[in-house]
C-alpha cells in the first residue's frame, strides 16, 4: 500500500467521525460488530455433524454474533448508561414503574439466610422465613382491616385474578352463580380483562362530572346478576372516591361483592383501611406501597386480602402459626387451589417487610401524606397554564391535559418528548382514557422540592413557548437524545421486530 492511497490516517469529515459525543456512546447493534472468528470463550472444534439428544443435527454455523468478551461488556454496559432510571432522575410517572427503592431493603433480601433459601426445603429449616411472610401477612390485614392474606400472587394482575377467582367461587359454593361485573371507567384496564378471564360480562360505569363513579347509574346497574364491582380507590384520574361505603352498600344489598383495585393504595396507606369503606377484597401492589423493585416486568407480587367469611376461599399455601411454629397450609376444602409454583416471590416479601418494619405506621402514613402532597404542589404549580379536568384536590396523581396547548397545535405527546429533551422521563401520557390527551404526573413521596420545581419549571416552560407562538419547535424533540422522535404510527403499524431488514 502506497502512502498515497493509505486513508488509514487521514482526517475524516466531521460528518464520518463515530458517533461518540459527550462520553455517550453510540451504540449499534451487536450483530453489526461481528467478526469472524471472534469469541469470548474457547470451545473444542466440532468434528463433522453430529446428533444431540433430541436428534437434531448440530449446526457449525448457528449466526449468532462473532465478538469478544469485552466488546459484550462494552455493549450491554453502554445500553445500561442509556436507561434512564429512577437512580438517575425524577420519574414523573411515579410509583407506577418507578418509586424509589431503599438500599436497606436490597441488603435484607440478600441476606444469606434468605437469598440462598430453597422452596422444597423442609419447614422445620424455613422457620425464620415463614416467620417472616406470617408477619407481612398481619401488616397486610392490619392496613387493609380484612384478615384474610395470600402472598401466593405473583404480581398486582395475578393478584386481581386471585381476588376474582375467590368471589367466583364464593357465588358458586353458595349456589348462586353471577353473570356480571362492573367496572367504572376510571378503574385500572386490568380491572375490566380480569374480570372477562374470569368469564364474566363487563359492564361500564361512567365517570361524572367531578371525576367519581357516577353513583345515579351504578345504582342503575347494581342487581342479583352483578358478582362484584371493581373499584380502583384512589381512581386513575387521582381523586377518592367519596361515594365508595353507598357502593359497598349497594352491592352488598343485592348479595354481590365490593373489590378494591388497591394498585393506589399508597396514597392512602396509614390513613384508611378499605374494609372500613366496605370492601370485601383487596390486591397490594408492593412495589407502589412497599417499595419493591418493579418495571421492566417485575418480579412483582401482588397479595390478596379478604374478609374473614372469603379466607377459605383462598389459594394456597397459605403460612400458618400452630403453636410456636410456623407451616405452609397446602390443602382447604373450598380453595380455588394454587395459582402458582411455590410461595409467591419471596424475595419481594423481605423487601416489602422491610420497608414497613423501617417506616412503622407512622412512618408509612407520613410517605402516603407526603405523595398526595407532592402531587397537589404540582397541581397548583400548573393549573394556570394547563387544563385541570376536575376540580378539587388530588390524591397522589394530579391529571392534566394537552386541551390549551391542543388549540395552538401541540399535543401530549409533544409535550412528552420535550421533557425528555431537558432531562426528564415523561409522566403516563393518554391515560386515564375518561379524559382527552391526558396527562397522568405521580411524584412520590422520596422526592425533595428541588426536583419537583425543576419538572414544574420545564412544564411551566414549554406552556410559555407555546403561548409565545414558539411551539412549532417543540416537535422536533428529542433533538440530544440518543434516538430522536419514532414514528409512533408506523411502529404500531409496521413494527419491525428482527434486526434485518
Not at 454474533?65 to 461488556?73: N, R
Not at 382447604?332 to 410461595?343: D, L, N, P, T, V
Request: glycine share 10%; proline share 6%.
Amino acid at each position: 500500500m502506497t502512502p498515497a492511497n493509505d486513508t488509514r490516517n487521514a482526517v475524516k469529515p466531521a460528518g464520518e467521525l463515530p458517533g461518540h459525543r459527550g462520553l455517550l456512546m453510540e451504540e449499534g447493534l451487536l450483530i453489526d460488530q461481528s467478526e469472524k472468528g471472534r469469541c469470548g470463550v474457547d470451545l473444542p472444534e466440532l468434528s463433522g455433524k453430529s446428533k444431540g439428544r433430541l436428534g437434531v443435527e448440530t449446526r457449525a454455523e448457528i449466526g449468532l454474533p462473532e465478538v469478544t468478551e469485552p466488546q459484550v461488556i462494552r455493549h450491554f454496559v453502554r445500553l445500561s448508561q442509556q436507561n434512564y432510571s429512577i437512580d438517575t432522575g425524577f420519574f414523573p410517572l411515579g410509583s407506577c414503574t418507578m418509586k424509589h427503592n431503599p438500599r436497606l431493603n436490597e441488603k435484607m433480601a440478600r441476606l444469606n439466610g434468605f437469598a440462598n433459601i430453597h422452596p422444597l426445603q423442609p419447614e422445620a429449616t424455613a422457620q425464620g422465613a415463614l416467620e417472616l411472610m406470617y408477619e407481612l401477612q398481619h401488616w397486610l390485614a392490619e392496613m387493609s382491616g380484612l384478615p384474610g392474606v395470600t402472598l401466593a400472587p405473583a404480581a398486582g394482575a395475578h393478584g386481581e385474578f386471585a381476588g376474582m377467582m375467590v368471589i367466583r367461587k364464593a357465588h358458586e359454593v353458595k349456589g348462586k352463580p353471577r353473570k356480571k361485573v362492573l367496572v367504572p371507567d376510571s378503574a385500572h384496564g386490568t380491572n375490566p380483562a380480569t374480570a372477562a378471564i374470569c368469564g364474566y360480562e363487563i359492564e361500564t360505569i361512567p365517570t361524572d362530572a367531578q371525576g367519581h363513579v357516577n353513583f345515579d347509574v351504578a345504582k342503575t346497574l347494581v342487581n342479583e346478576d352483578v358478582a362484584a364491582m371493581m373499584l380502583t380507590n384512589p381512581n386513575t384520574g387521582g381523586k377518592f372516591e367519596p361515594m365508595a361505603h353507598a357502593l359497598a352498600d349497594l352491592l352488598h344489598e343485592k348479595g354481590a361483592y365490593f373489590y378494591c383495585d388497591g394498585a393506589n393504595f399508597n396514597a392512602i396507606a396509614g390513613r384508611v383501611r378499605p374494609a372500613d369503606f366496605g370492601v370485601d377484597v383487596m390486591h397490594f401492589n408492593l412495589h407502589k406501597t412497599f417499595s419493591t423493585p418493579h418495571g421492566g416486568g417485575g418480579p412483582g407480587h401482588g397479595p390478596v386480602a379478604v374478609r374473614k367469611e372469603l379466607a377459605e376461599f383462598l389459594p394456597v399455601p397459605r403460612i400458618v402459626k400452630k403453636g410456636d411454629l410456623y407451616a405452609l397450609e397446602t390443602e382447604a376444602k373450598h380453595s380455588i387451589g394454587r395459582i402458582k409454583g411455590f410461595h409467591g416471590h419471596f424475595g419481594m416479601a423481605v423487601r416489602a417487610l422491610t420497608y414497613m418494619m423501617a417506616h412503622g405506621g407512622e412512618g408509612i402514613r407520613q410517605a402516603s401524606e407526603d405523595a398526595v402532597l407532592n402531587a397537589n404542589y404540582i397541581r397548583a404549580k400548573l393549573h394556570d397554564l394547563y387544563h385541570v379536568p376536575f376540580d378539587g384536590i388530588c390524591m397522589h396523581e394530579c391529571l392534566l391535559t394537552d386541551k390549551k396547548q391542543k388549540e395552538k397545535g401541540i399535543s401530549t405527546m409533544d409535550i412528552a418528548k420535550t421533557l425528555v429533551e431537558y432531562g426528564f422521563h415523561p409522566m403516563t401520557v393518554y391515560f386515564p382514557l375518561m379524559v382527552q390527551g391526558a396527562m397522568l404526573i405521580e411524584p412520590t413521596e422520596s422526592e425533595t422540592r428541588e426536583s419537583i420545581d425543576e419538572f414544574i419549571n420545564t412544564m411551566r416552560w414549554i406552556a410559555t413557548e407555546v403561548n409565545e407562538g414558539r411551539g412549532e419547535a417543540l416537535k422536533q424533540n428529542p433533538v440530544s437524545a440518543p434516538r430522536r422522535r419514532l414514528d409512533e404510527v408506523k411502529a404500531a403499524k409496521n413494527p419491525v421486530l428482527t434486526w434485518k431488514q
